[in-house]
Structure formats: C-alpha cells, structure tokens
C-alpha cells in the first residue's frame, strides 16, 4: 500500500529510511523513520560520529509541514551518543535541527510567515503557540547567519538607533548600514556601554574606514565617537537629502523656463525696426531663468553679485520658483544644525511646510525623506511589537536581525534552489 520513494519525496528529507505510516486517531499522520546508516549515531550538536550511549528517552515525533489540513510527524527512536567534545547528547537526526521538535521544512515555513504576517496568523495557520516560535527563529538566524561579522566589513555610514520594547522598559541598540539600508548589528540594552561593544568588535582599519554616524540626541554617541574613531562625522543626514532638494529645486525651475518661453513665443512679434518709445519690452524671463541654475544651487553667502541679482528677480518674478528656492534653502541649513534636537525639530517644522507647498516635486521630496528616515525604524518597531510574546530577548535580536539584515528568508521550497 505504501510506496516509501514517495513518501520521503513528500516529505522531502534526505538521508533517512522511511519504515512505516499510521493514521492516528485525532487523523493525523505518523511517519515511523530512521537515519541511514551513514548518518547514525551523529553528535546533534557537531554532528561528528560519536559512540552510541543510550536509547534516550524511547521514540520522538517531529512535527512536519501538513499535508492538506493533516498534521505529519517523523516518528523515530532518540537515541543519545558520547560525544568527545559534547558529552552525552541526543543523536542528531537529518530532518530536524538540534533540539527542535519540528522538522527543518516546518522551520522555515514558520520562520517565513513570522516575518510576513501576524502573530495570531502564525500560530493558527501552523496550529503552534507563539512561544514556540521564538526558538524556531533563533535556530533559523544561526544557521541562515554562520558569519555575522561579516556584515562589519567595509562599513562608512552607519546609524545607532534604540529602540524599547516592554512598554520602555527595555531598549534593544541596533546599528544600521545606510548604504545598504540593512540592519548590522543588533544588542540588548542601550547607551554608552552598549554602542561601545558595537566598535569593539570592529578592527582598527575598520574603524578608520566609518566616515560618518548618524544618531539622534544622546550625548554618548559623540563620546563614543571621540573614543572609537574619531575622524567619523556626526550628523543626521545620512541620505544625501541636500543634494535630492536641489535636484528638485532645479525640476523646478526647468518647468519655469519651459512656462516662460512658452509665453514668450506666444506674446505678438515685435516689428521690425526700432521699437516704439512706449512699446513693452522684450520679456527676457526665460533666458534670466536659464542662468540662474548656479544662483539657485549656491549657499547665499557664496553668492556673487550677479547672482544675487538674479535671485532677486526670481522672487519678484516667479514666487512659486522663489518658494521651491527657500524651501531647498531651509532643508541645508536643517542639516547644518549641530544640535541634534533642534535638527529634528527644524525637520519636522520642514516637512509640515513642504507637506503643502502646492509644489509637486517639493510634495514628493517630503514624502521620500519622511520614508527613508522611518523606513528601518519602522521595520524594527513592527519587529519589536511583533515579538513582543518572546520570552528570550535572543529571540527577538534574531528575528529583528532576520528581518532586517541582510539574510535571505525563503519559503522552504524555494532553499533548494541556491
Ligand atoms: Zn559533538
């Protein structure tokens, strides 16, 4: 009646021996198994041949993915092994990791849907508790990450951000690298001592390499800055968001020339020869227009005295430019802000401002800025909140660190392929 080949194929387990299948009577199934020759009698912690011990605690079940609505289980004998390294331990078994009563496919399946969808999702759709889910995480993060330090390498712009969790009442620090967008590294506990671990771990040519830190208000960073490397720069504007203003003050102002020639080839043809006295003179807005790209761009206190001719004709002359130009303006000198507080403050009386300046590109460089500035953090929080039934904080450095490191999380289906 059982064919053994399709049964390992669905269950999709390598090195192991299938010897039977029952139906139990809640109607679920029980795949009775056992590890190939070759993979008997392994340390579950090294995975080392190891001399066998004793049978353990008699027969296990692994839980496995469901087979339409079925629960699955592997069931096998346990049996432990003298280790050399370990001491006794149970013997591992190829379907499952090292003290997991669920199989490595049902590990990823959870893992995958802990980071896409609910708590209260996960733990019905798998029919698991929560707190189950923790360790399956963490089991996930060490073998998706066997090299964390790694993600040390080449950093140049970093963030340190705390975030709390248990209603404030705990912090976790995590440092961000802005040029990839991905989360580094992640520790319990906040300030001075915490970040100082962070730059403990980087080699001195590493720490040479930082070249900037982005932070909010906390006095520490700049301590720890003075400390670990001090050539790093401190400041708020890890995005290039200066350079995206004026980038969008110059969209600006290419529309107002557009506009301007339009009307100027519209308005009627002079005649020839020498105008009239009284006739209205040539409009030369857009020519002015095209000039004034350079005047636009340039800090004020640079500006030459042509320029700031030219400025002063735009404010006159084209209001909606002028605005996009005092907009730009206010957003640099945001960012020049050394206190960090005030910086944020003047950011956020920024946004507000752009948030309706009835200038499109200004409406939309707003929202950009409002969405890299939240984007990680966001992301952390969700993390944060989600995880918020984890007993073990380790859990939950690992599930923010699945989330938003760089580890590639795929659905068990789709790790054959790499
Ligand atoms: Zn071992």
């Not at 149970?90 to 090292?98: C, F, G, K, N």
């Not at 989360?183 to 930082?210: D, M, P, Y």
Request: hydrophobic share 35%.
């Amino acid at each position: 009646m059982l064919n053994k080949k399709i049964l390992k194929s669905i269950l999709n387990v390598k090195h192991t021996a299938i010897d039977g299948m029952e139906i139990l009577p809640d109607g679920s199934f029980a795949v009775m198994a056992h590890p190939t020759k070759g993979e008997q009698c392994r340390c579950g912690k090294c995975g080392r041949k190891a001399p066998y011990y004793d049978q353990g605690r008699g027969r296990r079940s692994w839980r496995t993915c469901d087979w339409n609505n079925h629960k699955v289980y592997i069931v096998a004998d346990a049996p432990r092994v003298c280790c050399p390294e370990h001491g006794v331990v149970t013997a591992a078994v190829p379907w499952a990791r090292h003290g997991s009563r669920f199989t490595r496919e049902f590990e990823a399946l959870a893992t995958w849907l802990a980071m896409t969808c609910s708590k209260t999702a996960v733990a019905a759709l798998l029919r698991i508790s929560w707190n189950t889910v923790g360790p399956i995480i963490s089991r996930m993060r060490s073998e998706l990450d066997p090299n964390p330090a790694a993600r040390l390498k080449n950093l140049s712009r970093i963030g340190v951000d705390e975030t709390s969790y248990k209603k404030g009442h705990k912090y976790i620090t995590v440092v961000i690298d802005h040029d990839t967008g991905k989360v580094v590294w992640a520790h319990e506990g906040h300030g001075k001592s915490v970040f100082t671990k962070f730059f403990r771990l980087l080699t001195k040519e590493q720490l040479a390499n930082i070249k900037l830190v982005s932070g909010d208000g906390a006095k520490w960073i700049q301590e720890c800055i003075d400390q670990s490397c001090p050539q790093a720069k401190r400041c708020i504007d890890p995005f290039h968001v200066v350079q995206w203003a004026n980038e969008a003050l110059d969209e600006v102002r290419r529309a107002a020339w557009r506009d301007a020639q339009k009307q100027a080839k519209d308005s009627p043809k002079r005649k020839r020869g020498r105008p009239r006295k009284d006739a209205p003179r040539k409009d030369t807005t857009a020519k002015d227009l095209k000039g004034s790209r350079f005047a636009l761009g340039k800090a004020p206190e640079h500006l030459t005295d042509k320029q700031q001719a030219q400025l002063t004709f735009i404010a006159k002359s084209d209001k909606r430019l002028y605005r996009a130009y005092l907009l730009k303006e206010k957003l640099r000198l945001v960012f020049q802000c050394a206190d960090v507080s005030t910086a944020k403050a003047e950011l956020d009386g920024w946004i507000k401002w752009a948030q309706h300046c009835r200038i499109k590109v200004f409406v939309e460089l707003q929202r950009k800025i409002r969405r890299h500035l939240e984007a990680t953090n966001r992301k952390i929080q969700l993390s944060v909140y989600m995880a918020y039934g984890f007993r073990n904080i380790d859990n939950l450095i690992d599930m923010i660190m699945l989330r938003c490191s760089d580890i590639d999380v795929r659905l068990p289906w789709n790790y054959e392929a790499a």
